[in-house]
């Protein structure tokens, strides 16, 4: 099914019928599961563990052996079910502790007490695991399918002339509810107007003005949705911008990727600068005053529980420790405003499950995300 433009326009017209992609029918517990999903910033992972998981409905042990490497294995040992999370490290394999048998990285049953032979059927499930920009990456679907390449370009994290703040939440709510979320900023100015919302002086409902202009709103990628555009100083007052740089004009780039992958790259620019480059994609002979980004992820764990990664990072020259630690307070108290609210609308949904949801024009991006996944999903599980 090919999303177009007048597809869009439809779905997301104030006056639009309730549709499936604005409707409580996805929050079911189908997840893709040829994608990349974070489990965890690495250093939650510091220690050989075992540290017990869930990835899209699926138990995961995560343990890292004596050469320092990670591995993903089911979370279930094939004898009598107990959790391998509750079982200990050994060398690079890993023992259970309810019978005592042993199993490999690659999920190779190595050891059976008190038997001088070992069964096939005692293998376990191995998942492709993989360390990059500080975070950690599970692939819960076809092995031969995995390939570390398809994870995006994540870079900012580790930038040598960054300072970064990370942290995570859980949620008790499906993941498509937080991307939904992320995907309409329309609800800065409302549910966050105690912290990044937009000042008293802004534009009420009655009086709407985009939050971007110029660039592109919500513009459909293969693996996501781009927004992006120019924030005046009325607008980006609020957010997380360095305080020597109160005023100029600021340019966003975020875009939202397969499975939940947020990537946010903010720009400030001497006013002006947004006429002088036609509210266009600044020329990269343009130099920034101020340069600040944010990476978050989001990651089903069941059919109503998600976990939700964030981070904040500033040039250091930009910001020091001290005021980076302000705007992360702010940030975090953000966040917190989205928990409860989105619980909130899943106990909701829940109570109403044969209702559907009407749309309006802000939710043009996250129609855009839910009808790629949709496809995605819809292909692999050929429904
Ligand atoms: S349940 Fe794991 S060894 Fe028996
Ligand atoms: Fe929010």
Redesign the pocket.
């Known amino acids: 099914m090919n999303t177009t433009d007048a597809d869009v326009r439809r779905l997301s017209a104030a006056s639009v019928e309730a549709t499936p992609e604005t409707s409580a029918r996805v929050l079911e517990n189908v997840f893709l599961k040829n994608t990349w999903y974070v489990l965890g910033w690495s250093e939650e992972f510091r220690t050989s563990g075992p540290h017990g998981r869930l990835i899209a409905g699926e138990p995961i042990v995560l343990y890292r052996g004596a050469d320092g490497i990670l591995a993903a294995l089911e979370d279930r040992?094939p004898?009598?079910?107990?959790p391998l999370s509750k079982g200990r490290v050994e060398g690079e394999a890993i023992r259970?502790m309810?019978?005592?048998?042993k199993f490999g990285r690659d999920g190779r049953c190595l050891e059976i007490p008190g038997q001088t032979t070992v069964s096939k059927a005692l293998q376990v499930r191995s998942y492709p695991v993989v360390e990059k920009y500080s975070l950690v990456w599970v692939w819960p679907g076809s092995v031969e399918r995995a390939d570390p390449n398809t994870i995006p370009d994540l870079s900012m994290l580790v930038e040598a002339d960054r300072r970064i703040r990370h942290g995570s939440l859980e949620y008790e709510a499906h993941a498509t509810l937080i991307c939904d979320n992320l995907l309409d900023l329309s609800h800065i100015a409302y549910l966050h107007e105690k912290t990044f919302g937009r000042p008293p002086d802004a534009p009420s409902a009655s009086r709407p003005r985009p939050m971007f202009q110029g660039g592109s709103p919500s513009e459909a990628l293969d693996n996501g949705v781009r927004v992006e555009g120019w924030m005046d100083s009325a607008t980006h007052r609020n957010i997380a911008v360095p305080a020597k740089v109160p005023d100029g004009d600021l340019w966003a780039r975020t875009d939202f990727l397969i499975p939940g992958i947020y990537s946010s790259h903010l720009q400030m620019f001497p006013a002006g600068s947004a006429e002088s480059q036609r509210w266009k994609v600044p020329s990269s002979e343009l130099t920034p005053l101020s340069d600040s980004m944010s990476i978050q992820a989001v990651t089903p764990l069941t059919e109503r529980t998600s976990r939700y990664f964030f981070s904040l990072g500033a040039r250091m020259c930009d910001m020091d420790d001290e005021e980076l630690n302000r705007v992360w307070g702010v940030t975090r108290a953000t966040f917190s405003e989205d928990v409860n609210m989105i619980q909130a609308q899943q106990q909701m949904i829940d109570r109403y499950p044969g209702r559907r949801m009407a749309g309006i024009g802000a939710d043009r991006g996250l129609v855009l995300f839910r009808r790629l996944m949709q496809k995605l999903i819809a292909a692999e599980t050929g429904t």
Not at 79 to 82: F, K, L, S
Not at 98 to 101: D, E, K, L, Q, T
């Open positions: 040992c004898h009598r079910w107990a259970c309810y019978h005592g048998i």
